[in-house]
Structure formats: C-alpha cells, structure tokens
C-alpha cells in the first residue's frame, strides 16, 4: 500500500521516485493522482516527502484537484531553457528535470516510471547525467518499490476496484440478456432482420453498455468462440456468427474512465445447449477454479496453487506448461495475476522457479484456469478477481453466476437475474463430478468464505 | 508516409527500429501492425527490410492477421533463458532482444520506440550493451525518423481519420440535440425529473453515443463552461449544472476503438442566448480560424500561420504567448498541431524560434484558435482538423457548423441538422464584422477549397 512508499524506497537505497507521462491511462502517475486531464506532467517523490507534481499552467486547475503538492512550470521559463539548450528540446527537457530535482534537494538514487513514448523518453534519460551529474537514475526492476507498494490495496482502492467490477457484471449480465433475446435459425443466432448476429455486434453492444456504466475497455475485449476460444487472447473475429452450441469465452477487463483501477472477469458460454465434451471441459474448469479458490490463504506462494492445478489438469489428462513448457493445447497460462491500476500487475501465478510472489493480505488478483483445444474448436476460461481481505478471508469482488449453457430466444423482456438459474437446470449428459461437489461448484464465485 | 521511412532511416544511418509494447494504444506498433489484441510483443524493422512481429504463443493468431513477418517467441525457448539469466528477468529480457536483433541480422545503430511502462523498458535498455554490444541503442528524438514518416498521411490512413471525424460530427450533433431537448428552469438547463442536467450526465452521454460508433476516448474529453472554458485544458466539472448564456467549450478528441486514428474538433456553445462579450469573443476567433484557415499552403512553416494569429488577435487587444510567454488570459496556446495515431504530433505551430516544422503535403492537423479569460468566466475556442491535400487544397475532414448559440427546450424530436442553421439566425447584437465577411466564415468548416 502507499504508506509502505518509503520503508520500500529505503529498503532499495532510493533517495526519490520519478514518475512521467499523462495523468491518464498512465498506473505509475494515477496512483499518487488519481484519474485527471493532465496531459503531460512530471512527478517526484522523494523520499519520507509527500510527492511534488510539475505541471504546465494550461492544466493548473486541473492538477490543483489532485490535492498533491503542485508546482506550475512557467517558474522554470521554459522558453529561457530552451534557448539556453539552442533549440535542442532533449536538452531542453534534460535542464528542466535538472532543475525540478535541485529545486526539491534532490540528489542520489531516482527510479523512473511512467507510461510514455520511449524515443524521447529515452533521450531526455540519455541526456540527464550531463545536467545532473549527481543523480543516479536506477534500474529498479526486479522487485521496484512502486510495484511493491501497489500490489496491495486500501479500502479506497477496494471500492475504485468494486466499482468497475460491479459495472463488469452488470454488463455481463445485460450481454447475456441481449444473447438470450435472440432467435436461432439453423445452427445460429438472427436479429429480427433474419441476418445473423455477429461477434462484431456483440462487441458494439458490450462496449456501448460498458461506457454507460462509466467503464471503459483500453486493452480490448474478448469474445471469442469455437477455435478463438482455444486460444487464451484471440479476441474473436468481427465478422464471426454466433453459432449454437460453441462455447465463447467471454473476457472483460475495462477500467475506471479515463484509466482508473481495473476488473477482470471471464465466462464461458454455449448458446442453447453444449456438447458432452464442452461440458466436460468446463465442469474441469470449473472445478480447478473452486479448488484453486478454496486453497488459497493469504501468505501462500502464488506458484503453489499455479503448480496444484498442473498437477489436477494434468491428472485429467490434459497437457500443461509444467509438463510442457511450450504446449499450445491443454492448459496453456498461468493461473492468474493481480489487478490494479494495470490489468496486469503483481501478484503472478507463473511456475517459473523464480517467481516468489506471494498472496499477501490486501492483495487483489484473478484466478483463471482454462482448457484450451484450438483444433477441436473449443476452450474454456472461468475467471474471477478476488481480494485478500485483511481479515484472511477471500471474497469474489464482484460475483457472478459461473454457467455454461444461456438459452435463446427468450424474447428482450426476459430478467437477466433469472439466466443463470435457468441455464444451471439444463440438462447436464455428462456427471463427471458427484452431485455434492457440483452443488458446490454453482455457487463458487457468489460467496465470500 | 510510410513509404519514406526507408529513406528517412538512412538519412539518420539507422540500421533498424525496435519498437516495444502492446499493439493497442501504442502509436509507434500500431502503424505497423493495425489494432491487434497483442499485449506484449516486439518489433524489428531493419534497414531496406520489411518489419518482423515477434509475438507470445498465445496470441499467434492476432499476430498473423496483421500480415506481418512473425515469429513465435516460444522458438527462443524462454524458460531456457530465464534459467540462463538466472532467474533476473531484466537480464532475460535483454538476452531475448539481442538474440532477436542477432537472427535478423541487425547491428549498428537502433532507434527504440513504443508506449510502455517506463521503468522496466529502462531496465533493459540498460542491460542490452552487456548483451548485444554490437547494437548502439540512439536517442534519435530531435527529428525522428518515425516521427518523420507519420506525420505526413497515405489515403488508407485519410479514410481512418475521416472515419472517426464523422463519428465525432454525429456525436457533436447529438449531444447538441440532447442539450436543446431540455428544457430551463431559471437560469439551468434541467432533466424530465426537474433536477439540473450537470456535466458528468452529458459527458456520460457523449462518451455511450462515441462508443456506439465504435469511438473511445482515451485522452479524454472536455465540455467546460463558464470559468473552465476560460482555462484550455480544464475538462468541467462532473457536478455542474449547465447554465444558460455560459459559454461551454466543447473539445472532443476520440480515436478508433482500440487505440486507431484520432480525430480532434471544438465548438464553444451558448445555451439559449450568448452575452454580448462572448459574442464578440465567438467572433474574433471565428475570424482568426478562417482566416488561418484560408493562408494556409502546402509547404508553409506552421510558426507562420501561429504568428500571424498572434497578430490578428493582438490588433483585437488580446495578449498572446507572443506579446507575453506566460499570459494565462488571451490566446495562450498555439494554433493546432498534427494528428495521427497521436492525438498531438508533428506537425506543431509553436511559435518557438526553433520550429521549423511546416504543413507539407499529406499532412493532417487541427487549427484551433482560442480566447481566454478565465476571471471573467468565459473561453472560446473553435477547432477542425484538415488535410492538406496532395492536390494542394485543404480540406476539412469532418465539417460541422461553428455557431455559438443553440436553442433550448425545442423537444428531443427535433432533427440535429437544424440546429445549427436555427442558431446562425439568433440575433447578434454586436455585429463587429461586415455581413459579407460573416457570410464567408459561416460557412468555413464546410467547405473543401
């Protein structure tokens, strides 16, 4: 969490933090900002001292609203720096980092960070210790305070996190709503021109529904069914029809507007019915999913529960990359990773021998087994976001019901709430799991325990 | 145009560009690659040679559609390397980059690029000598040949602007449909329910109508009235109400969902009736836009078209950034810039002695006069994006009419395309320029000429 900021910056002998870019789509900058329209900006944090935020005076007001320390950058005369660099905007920009770091008694070891454009990042980085001869900028990579500090979340944070998850499953439930309005004609789903619904459409639809609830998609979306479910990031293809008894896989990970905290959610659905061997590979899924989430407990190492569904895949008779490292077929990723202002971000679940994440308290990551077979058209992903709550427990931020089949042609009037229900009582030909587990598994991803 | 970057790398002696990152929201990727769902991947563009994708296994799929050279990373086998490295994922991921740039063949000089975090991308850029100390990685930022190439636009890249410059007019055009459906009570605008209309209820509105479209708005989007008109970059205030006579400015700025091509426009509104001074204040910068508008020629320095600006709007009694490079009243930004996969790229009308850069043929970019003061409450700005065309015409990408005054309570049925003419027939009470010349600029961001 931030108030770790400076035992982590003294743990690492870093004397400040340097974070660059918008104040927008940019998790380094948020974090100390929140979501603003500050287009370019410069931030210093040094350390055991609030952060300094630099700004140009066309964005004051906005940067006074962050509630941070600012300072406008007309003090520095700009235009007095860059006729003092004779023209050069690298050294322009390299004499202004200078200034802001001797003007806040910076000195020693900076880490940098900040989404940005790397050509001219790198060259003002290149050019610095001309400038500031007595700054060190520091490669803090491998385990970077920010990172560090990030990878666990306040209550504030929780609800920023809520917030888009709670939109997430709204969504998910009005695009299963608007699945389920539709009628089949032959093997696929028609609007009511008769012309087959296409993942295109759908994904108009989602995003549409997603903007009205405040969220947005900057990474994209997954909608992809028959062999682009077999492939974790194929997105499905625009001009695809929605085809019964395919399974989907459904993976939404929008953001709070403007580039705020992120949900990360997965379904997968067969439209009317599902083959036996779809359902076969979700109810696997599935219960790699419950017992992943029944293992966890906060301290444990990430890779354990990543290797405890290796090992249960892998007894089903699936591939994986611990038994294959390069396989494309079976169980093809890693378990999960946290969530945050990055969609991607630490905790990681992967088996490397290397990884020592741990799933500390406060930590929000997703859990997302699947099984994947492109050249049998079909995979399967189930996915939730879940938080380590102080208290040890872990609870699903936002749930949502985790069924295969979504009946069609129900007419738009049908309530979204009542799909789930439905499709859990379809007609299931192939028990691999005992009925008491199975009553188990329909309610993973409901509770909190 | 892309067709240059050859030449343009030889100018500089480049020997390749490595460009890193997502191929969403990542400008440098996506002119190669398109949109694509690839979160992670590298590119390699050697000298004379065409770019090779190098892509995770599980998106090998998003990585062929792009019709790119590819190559599957898991042939590096990056467990190995990772054990190689033992176990530092900086150190890994420099081993991987300098085996990638060695199978091409690459040495010498490389320019980076790509919208990424920036900390680990710094980790290793650093390491990379150790690994491949036949590469010089160079800071190639004052005029970079990618930079270059882009800033001048093919007609595959026109139609992608035009694209989402027609989506933005028809946003624009709902929104102004949506603000004149409500009708006043004293001095707001209000809803059905009798509560003030606020700013966050039409953003909300326009960002669901720009994603029906198939637009996102990544950087955001502006719609300020009264004292945030008065300050460029100030976005308005969620809880606002919306106030008759206000000037509100109205800056949108979306791209092609997933990060595409940008369109930029602004019009500066008055709900029901415009105060006489912001009449006046609608009118010098509708001046100084056409007349802008109509100097501009292929090949001309864009700092021109900025100082004669400068000049037009002193004459008026208007301090500029020319008269006073710290004003934060009057025109106190320049007058466009160029517009891409970027929504701000070469070129640039500062009026910095060291600009040079000039509107050849090809090139798109906004022009966007404004006039500020933000004590007195209120800002104009007006904007279009253009093209100069390779047949030496300008043109507007997407028109859309410049009046300030739209009518309110007129009923949601009315048709958007009349508002604008029902507006340009308000009575004006401070007719400062002949009819003939406000005949002419009426119609300006109609017209190709």
Redesign the interface.
Known sequence: MKQDLDRLMTDRDLDALWI?G?A??N??MVYFTGVA???RTDLIKKRNEPPVLFH???????AARTGLRCRNL?EF?L?QI??EAQ????RAGAIRIARMFRELGVRGRV?????????????????LPSQAPDIQ?V????D?A??RARSTKSAEEIEHIRSIGLASTAVIGETAEFLSSHASKGDFLVGRDGNPLTVGRVK?FI??K???R?G?????L?FAPGR?AG?????GIDQDPILLGTPIVFDLFPCE???GYFYDITRTWCLGYAPEDVELLHEQVLRAYTEAERKIRPGMPAKEVQMSVCRLFESMGHPTVQSD??T?CGY??SLGHGVGLDV?ESPYFSN???NSDTLQSGAVFTLEPGLYYPDRKMGVRLENTLWMRPDGRVEVIAPYPLDLVLPVGRGSKTKTASIGKKASSTKRKTGRLPMRSRKKIRQSGKKVR
Chains 1, 2 share one sequence.
């Open positions: 660059t918008p927008n789509h998790p380094a329209n500050i287009t140009y005076p066309m964005e004051r007001e906005e007309n005369k235009d860059l006729k023209g050069d905007a690298v880490a940098v960070g900040g989404t940005v454009e790397l050509s001219s990042a790198y060259a003002v980085m290149a050019e900028l490669s803090d990579s491998a970077p920010l990172t108009a995003r549409t997603l903007a009205q405040g947005e998609s900057p990474e994209g997954i682009d492939i974790p990031h194929s997105t507007v403007g580039g490292p390069q494309e093809v990723h991607h490397a021998e290397t």
